[in-house]
């Protein structure tokens, strides 16, 4: 779907037509906010990118980074621990490089997970359905929905993905369309979001992009 550091390989301009004669308001946010401009972040291990998301959950960029790289150097050749590693890892050992308990418990578990075959490989993961990986990967320790949907946008570039929690989605969906200032109910963003299938991603990026726009007076 995309490629990292590029355009979308998504047929944009059909997406865009799409969406605008499905969604005439949100086309007015469209042209407010001008070029669909989403880049993605090549993937190349699920395990990798699911424990940093792990690591740096609730925790400020630079903290976060800190952390990653001492867990970073408990692996060997230079890479990020293998599955079998993170599982002979010491509790003591990560709590060490910064983690929490329940950080040290979810990445332990995920590398049970990767080991047992419920985190998939990258060729299958990369054929596997949307519903599919969501189901999967939030099973794991401390991987909720949105951090799921946030690898399938910005990893995985999935077109039709709408996360109805997220808050900036939901921010961007007042301004749009006018909630008398009160945030919307993800039922009621997911309500609205039938409309720009199969592109809910495009639309996602548009809402997100709404909060970049100068507030109306």
Known sequence: MFRAGEAPLLDARRARRALVVAD????????????FRLRTNE???????LAEAIIYQQLTGQAAATIHGRVHA??????FPTAEELCGIPVAKLRKAGLSRAKTAALKDLA???LDGTVPGM?????????????????IRGIGRWT?????IF???RPDVLPTTDYGVRKGFARAFGTNGSLPTPKQVAERG????????????????????????
């Open 24 to 35: 005439p308001e949100l086309a007015a946010l469209m042209r407010s906010v001008g070029a």
């Open 155 to 157: 990893r995985l570039g």
């Open 123 to 139: 060729a299958r993961l990369r054929r596997m359905p949307d519903d599919e990986i969501v189901e999967r990967l939030t099973s």
């Open 148 to 152: 799921v949907e946030m690898l399938l």
């Open 74 to 79: 408990l692996g060997t050749r230079g890479r």
């Open 112 to 114: 049970a997970k990767t």
């Open 194 to 217: 039938e409309r720009w299938r199969p592109y809910r991603t495009m639309a996602s990026w548009y809402l997100w992009s709404a909060l970049e726009l100068p507030e109306k007076s």
């Open 43 to 49: 993937l190349h291990s699920p395990m990798t990118a």
